[in-house]
């Protein structure tokens, strides 16, 4: 059985399609601004989708609330599937007196969750915040499966060497070469990048990200690209955090931009609905 919050709205009709079992929740405000949330149904065990894209606060709060609701009917076991986890960048501290801001969140759901699905978590370590089973879902299968027929004998590039693991992984799925961007500090304000492992001369690219937000990591990537005689540059992430105006730049700079379903957006192209039905 599952519950869709209003962060999850975007994926219910693929849900449905694809055979998921939904139980209705009626979600609103008080009028001071509150939200109140109504569950028409519950059972011993429940997958509650709610991603947590903008307005965060408000997807983080229906969690807690809908998870009272299921328990309050007789839940036992509650899993909650997080396509974008908010919070996640913020996981050290940085400045004296700042929060973990992730493990705040985590401990807050580990309250009411018994398990919990992220798809590519900006840091997994931060998994162990968690008090109970933890996973990150890998949205690989989905990127490969969407740019199957794209690629050719082409290539799939890491925009840093942490990302590699990620690009790593389409690649594998696409039984195509991979490498990453290595980046070299040459001045104070200049940082130079090239792409180590591979030839892209004459070769269609696909780079991979867990984000894009300003879209400047990917721009720079792409142009870099074309100057060495790359083919085709294509260019995907599993979260698609566009800053105003971001999707138009980095669509202009590659030959086609494309995200999962994570979070909503123009470019959103890519479902993990199909991942979410196997957890
Ligand atoms: C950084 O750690 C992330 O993996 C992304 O590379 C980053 O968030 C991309 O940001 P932008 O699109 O602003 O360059």
New binding site residues.
Partial sequence: MIVVGSGGKHLEEELRRLDGTLIEVEIKRFPDGEKYVRVSGSSREVTVIQSTFAPQDEHIIELLLIADALREKGAEKLKAVIPYFAYSRQDRVTKEGEPVSVRAIMKALGVYYDELYIFDL?NPETLRFFPGKAVNVSSARAIATYFSDKLGDGIVLA?DKG?RKRAGAVAKKLGLEFGHFEKKRISPTEVQMRPVDVEVEGKNVLIV??????????IKAANLLRKMGAEKIFVAATHGVFAPGAVERVSKAVDELAVTNTIPTPVSKISIVPDILEL
């Fill in positions: 900006h925009p990302a990200d867990d984000i894009i937000s300003t879209g400047g990591t990917m």
